[in-house]
């Protein structure tokens, strides 16, 4: 495997498979960017589907590999399971730490257009075109089964990302997602900073305006919601996509869940499964490690 453009940083046995930390240069962010995989078993040059998931507010490429306990599944189900970092890091903008739903592990998945951000925060570009690539070149994946799937602010990437690049990606997931950015207060601090003043500008990265002008002409997606969340009303806005009344759109809600990996945990099986039915996984059998 060439792995020349990449720096690994761990590298570790898991369910029979290879669950591994890399860093590389960006072209994007202009900077180095990080990115944990998860390669589950399978036969020499056999091409597996790929899963990518964008983690939520103050998280990082670790999070959801560390928290979620998808990997067994992805194991079984023959699905390379990917977690960018949630921004770049270490940039040298004045002010990137000083906040925890903005700037460092807050990048929001969209591309900046405002100074001095507008450099490196470059998260849609990175996440849709310069990170597949890069996955493309380096493990065996299939460009041509491809998922998407966040939780909370990554969520709201997910949603984002898969509407706008219909078809890159077969299957679009969530938990717990801001779908309507523009109208809360975590959405509207990231973008009038990102974005600029222009509110007609954020509606590129609003999941709600993305759903309305679709014309329901996009891939399946599944959200699940905890009723216990404690960031529902505020911020997350779920009951504006249940109003849409899609019919490409699976939203369950949860009694007593709320917006922890407890929550992701119980349900991330579901998920892949539903992603694994979309992108044409196969499952593995003993007889495959």
């Known amino acids: 495997m060439p792995v020349q453009e990449l720096e690994i940083l761990e590298s570790h046995a898991c369910?029979?498979?290879?669950?591994?930390?890399?860093?590389?240069?960006?072209?994007?962010?202009q900077g180095p960017m990080r990115?944990?995989?998860?390669?589950?078993?399978?036969?020499?040059?056999?091409?597996?589907p790929v899963l990518t998931f964008l983690a939520g507010l103050t998280c990082s490429e670790e999070t959801f590999m560390i928290k979620a306990g998808a990997q067994r599944y992805a194991a079984e189900l023959g699905l390379i399971l990917v977690a960018p970092d949630t921004s770049p890091r270490n940039t040298g903008i004045a002010g990137e730490n000083d906040d925890w739903d903005f700037g460092s592990?807050?990048?929001?998945?969209?591309?900046?257009?405002?100074?001095?951000?507008q450099t490196h925060y470059q998260m849609f570009s990175y996440v849709t075109e310069e990170l597949p690539a890069l996955i493309a070149r380096n493990f065996p994946m299939s460009g041509e089964s491809q998922g998407i799937c966040g939780h909370s602010m990554g969520g709201h990437g997910a949603l984002v990302c898969g509407l706008?690049?219909?078809?890159?990606?077969?299957?679009?997931?969530a938990f717990a997602p801001v779908s309507a950015p523009s109208q809360t207060p975590w959405g509207q601090k990231a973008f009038s900073r990102y974005l600029g003043a222009d509110t007609q500008q954020w509606l590129a990265y609003d999941s709600l305006e993305l759903l309305k002008s679709?014309?329901?002409?996009?891939?399946?997606?599944?959200?699940?919601?905890?009723?216990?969340?404690?960031?529902?009303?505020?911020?997350?806005?779920?009951e504006y996509l249940q109003a849409l009344n899609d019919p490409q759109i699976i939203l369950r809600w949860h009694e007593a869940y709320d917006h922890s990996y407890f929550f992701i945990s119980s349900f991330i099986g579901e998920h892949l499964n539903?992603?694994?039915?979309?992108?044409?996984?196969?499952p593995r059998s003993p007889a495959d490690e």
């Not at 990115?35 to 597996?48: M, N, V």
């Not at 592990?105 to 951000?117: E, H, I, K, N, R």
């Open 105 to 117: 592990g807050a990048g929001f998945y969209l591309d900046a257009t405002q100074v001095p951000w």
């Open 164 to 173: 706008r690049r219909p078809g890159q990606y077969q299957s679009l997931s």
């Open 214 to 238: 679709s014309g329901q002409q996009h891939p399946p997606i599944l959200i699940d919601q905890g009723r216990a969340d404690p960031f529902l009303e505020l911020e997350l806005k779920t």
């Open 15 to 29: 369910f029979a498979g290879r669950m591994e930390r890399y860093e590389h240069p960006s072209r994007q962010c």
């Open 35 to 48: 990115f944990a995989i998860f390669i589950p078993p399978h036969q020499p040059g056999e091409k597996l």
């Open 274 to 282: 539903f992603h694994a039915r979309h992108l044409g996984a196969v």
